[in-house]
T-cell receptor, first 118, second 112 residues
Framework: GAVVSQHPSRVICKSGTSVKIECRSL??????MFWYRQFPKQSLMLMAT?????????EQGVEKDKFLINHASLTLSTLTVTSAHPEDSSFYIC??????????????FGEGSRLTVL | GEDVEQSLFLSVREGDSSVINCTYT??????LYWYKQEPGAGLQLLTY?????DMKQDQRLTVLLNKKDKHLSLRIADTQTGDSAIYFC????????????FGKGTRLHILP
C-alpha cells in the first residue's frame, strides 16, 4: 500500500524554539494532506487541511500563526510549531490521500511525531 | 456539528469475537471507516463501507451498517493478541471539504 513518512518521529525542544515536522508521501502524489493532533488516550483532532500550492485551511480554534503549514509539492507537507510551549507537547500525525483516489476516501497515515517541549 | 461516538474500552478473550460499536450523527455520511492504531503508531485503514451497503465482510472482519439508526459495528472473529489496539470509527461526506470525522477510539484488550 501507499506509504506516508513523517520525520522526525520524536523531538524534544526547549520552550520558545520552533520545530518543523515533515510529512512525505513516498510512492504517490497527494494534493491534500491532513494534520492531526492526538492527546493521550484521545481521538485525533483535525488541525488543518493542507492543499498543494495554496494556503492551508485551519480548523476552528487552531492558531494558524502558531502552527505553520506549507505544502510545497505533491509529496511534501510541513508543519512548523512556532515558539513552542509545554502545552504544545503532543503526538502529531499527518495523513494523505492519493490524487484521484476519492472512490474509497482512504487516507494513508504517517507514523506520527511525538513532540515534547521542555 | 458532526459527531462520532464509540465506547472507550472493550475486553475480549482470545479466540472469541470482538464487536466494536459506533454511532454517528451526520445522515449525509457517504463513507464510513474503521481504522486501527497500534501503540505509538499512525492509523491503518482496516475497512470501509459505502453508506448504501448494509454489510461488508473481509476475512475475519465484518462491518454492519444500520443507516436508519446511524449505527456502525466492527466484528473481529477469532480475536488474536495481535488485534490488541485502538479502533477508530470515522465518517465523511464528500461535500464536507473531504474532512473525515473520527470517534475517540475503542481500546481493545485481549484476555488470555
Amino acid at each position: 500500500g501507499a506509504v506516508v513518512s513523517q520525520h522526525p518521529s520524536r523531538v524534544i525542544c526547549k520552550s520558545g524554539t520552533s520545530v518543523k515536522i515533515e510529512c512525505r508521501s513516498l510512492d504517490f502524489q497527494a494534493t491534500t494532506m491532513f494534520w492531526y493532533r492526538q492527546f493521550p488516550k484521545q481521538s485525533l483532532m483535525l488541525m488543518a487541511t493542507s492543499n498543494e500550492g495554496s494556503k492551508a485551511t485551519y480548523e476552528q480554534g487552531v492558531e494558524k500563526d502558531k502552527f505553520l503549514i506549507n505544502h510545497a509539492s505533491l509529496t511534501l507537507s510541513t508543519l512548523t510549531v512556532t515558539s513552542a510551549h509545554p502545552e504544545d507537547s503532543s503526538f502529531y500525525i499527518c495523513s494523505a490521500r492519493e490524487i484521484g483516489n476519492r472512490n474509497t476516501g482512504e487516507l494513508f497515515f504517517g507514523e506520527g511525531s511525538r513532540l515534547t517541549v521542555l | 456539528g458532526e459527531d462520532v461516538e464509540q465506547s472507550l474500552f472493550l475486553s475480549v478473550r482470545e479466540g472469541d469475537s470482538s464487536v466494536i460499536n459506533c454511532t454517528y450523527t451526520d445522515s449525509s455520511s457517504t463513507y464510513l471507516y474503521w481504522y486501527k492504531q497500534e501503540p505509538g503508531a499512525g492509523l491503518q485503514l482496516l475497512t470501509y463501507i459505502f453508506s448504501n451497503m448494509d454489510m461488508k465482510q473481509d476475512q475475519r472482519l465484518t462491518v454492519l451498517l444500520n443507516k436508519k439508526d446511524k449505527h456502525l459495528s466492527l466484528r473481529i472473529a477469532d480475536t488474536q493478541t495481535g488485534d490488541s489496539a485502538i479502533y477508530f470509527c470515522a465518517e465523511t461526506y464528500w461535500g464536507r471539504d473531504d474532512k473525515i470525522i473520527f470517534g475517540k477510539g475503542t481500546r481493545l484488550h485481549i484476555l488470555p
